[in-house]
């Protein structure tokens, strides 16, 4: 079964979801957080659904497929909350900078804000309590371990930099 997949198209998905990966690890904007994220989204959802004929492939990644939007949806929907509060800015220095000198003083608002911003990142990165679609997906992708790596990799990797 691996040996009639096409090696090509499996190798500049990985190497777009890594550019992707050293995009967001480089991140100092909204823009460029969310463009970056999607791109190793996109190329992760491709991977998944690597193998055409494989129903639970199939199956999983329009699993991966659905809930990565909606979580994509939420996390733009945070990131335009902090857009607007911030009168304008994506810079996230700048965005940090009116938070703390009260520029940008909208209790409720930031609040918001930070809430979507949270639960789209934790549906992308299935940190706890939105990982129940996790197992389905990693199910689904049974033909190579390393995909399975791979992703795992460019999650954790991910955790960390966002949370410095």
Partial sequence: MCAKMAIPEFLIFILTATVGGMFLCGANDLVTIFVSLECLSLCSYLLC???KRDIRSNE??????LIGGTSSSILAYGFSWLYGLSGGETNIQKIVNGLLTAQIYN??????????????????LSIVPFHQWTPDIYEGVRFVSKIKFFHNFNKKLNRIYIYI
């Avoid at 209790?107 to 992308?124: E, M, S, W």
Wanted: charged share 5%; proline share 0%.
């Fill in 49 to 51: 659904s690597y193998t």
């Fill in 107 to 124: 209790f409720y608002g930031t609040f918001i804000a930070f809430i979507c911003i949270l639960v789209g990142l934790g549906f992308k």
């Fill in 60 to 65: 999983a990644a329009i699993k991966y497929l």
